[in-house]
């Protein structure tokens, strides 16, 4: 097989220790020589790593996605070596001699070959980004089951405090709360602290509180309410870091807040997810299928099977789908007239992955061009196969028993 890269190696990675195995031109013609060494996970091992591949004149490193070991040794060898990050998936569908050889020389041979190809690793200050509105998210997420705790616990104290108001941590719901942890259990005082329109449902919020509430209850809920602030703390420590970090991504960061459903915290996790410098996807269909929000692809012997989407950017698919439901509801926009479109044909969970993809190809012709998000239309559709819509009412007019003469408008 043709050799692509003259000079190359495969990283074995570990939580320990890393093995390295380089390619490169042996003594005699067409000959290849390999070597294989293993170095230590410490900031010292991998600078002798990354001095041993530069004595030996290494271009190319490839190396697996394991957890997040990889993320050290990419750091200290990105800015030395073309470095392909490979989905272990990709390398088990290669034919080999994977179980006659260790991972690294398989890794070697095959990146030696130009058999490997990279995943999508996005810069040092993308990556920064990255992982803290994924942390944002995941403290969010818990904040969300602590609330739940807290529900359950009234539940067992037979509190039905979310019978009545929507938002148990309101002004209203935290205001009961912290009384009922003080010791008051009067349902006449705790009705009376209801804020806003919970003033109208006194009556209700008096039966509602009216309950069992133990010393064992108040414990619980003091010290759920203690995590809730503290979490509260950290997501708000983190929303100032992230408006930081978005800082030179100022434009991009504008342009994103056009798109109908994305707001301030939508468009800092796409962003975080995809970064802002579109050549890294030739093309929106490339994004699209790199995010696995694209038409399944199974044809066998003419016919076409279904099939799902697959795996993507689990972090990206999510927000795309909060920003698709917000899009689908806006009222007056082509995204809104493209989810009834679609939703009417293939029903709801096809039509909210179609606008999905919708939202991504969009985003990725502004990013690319620095343009503002330009809606359609709700008539888009209309204006587009006028023809069409008119012949099928005429045909169902005339199935009906009408007949149809039709006449242009003045």
Known sequence: ?????????????????????????????????????????????LSELAAWLQSERITHVAMESTGVYWRPVYAVLEEQFEILLVNARHIKGVPGRKTDVRDCEWLAQLLECGLLRGSFVPPQAIRDLRDLTRFR??????????????????????????????????????????????????????????????????????????GRMREHYRFM?????????????????????????????????????????????????????????????????????WARLCPGNHESAGKRQPVGTGHGNRWLREILQEVAWAAAR?????????????????????AIVAVQHSLLVAIWHMLSNSAAHQDLGADYFEHRSKDRIRRHHVRRLQQLGYEVIIQQAA
């Open 137 to 210: 998210k995941s403290l969010v997420h818990e904040r969300g089951d602590q609330v739940n705790r807290i529900a359950k616990t009234l539940e067992m104290a037979n509190i039905k405090l979310s019978s009545v108001a929507t938002d148990i941590l309101g002004k209203t719901g935290r205001a009961i709360l912290e009384a009922l942890i003080a010791g008051q259990d009067d349902p006449e005082h705790l009705a009376q602290l209801a804020q806003g329109l919970l003033k109208k449902k006194t009556e209700l919020l008096r039966e509602a509180v009216t």
């Open 221 to 289: 809920l003091r010290q759920q309410l203690k995590l809730i602030d503290a979490l509260d703390g950290q997501i708000a420590e983190l929303d100032a870091q992230i408006e930081h970090c978005m800082l030179p991504f100022a434009e991009a960061y504008r342009l994103l807040q056009t798109v109908p459903g994305v707001a301030q915290r939508a468009a800092q996790a796409i962003l975080a997810e995809i970064g802002v410098d579109m050549s890294r996807f030739p093309s929106a269909a490339q994004l699209a299928s």
């Open 330 to 350: 806006t009222k007056r926009s082509y995204y809104s007239a493209f989810y009834h479109r679609i939703r009417a044909r293939h029903g709801t969970k096809k």
């Open 1 to 45: 097989m043709e050799i692509v890269f003259e000079r190359c190696a495969g990283l074995d990675v570990h939580k320990e220790t890393v093995v390295a195995c380089v390619r490169q031109p042996g003594g005699q013609k067409r000959q290849r020589r390999g070597e294989v060494r293993t170095f230590s996970t410490v900031t010292r091992g």
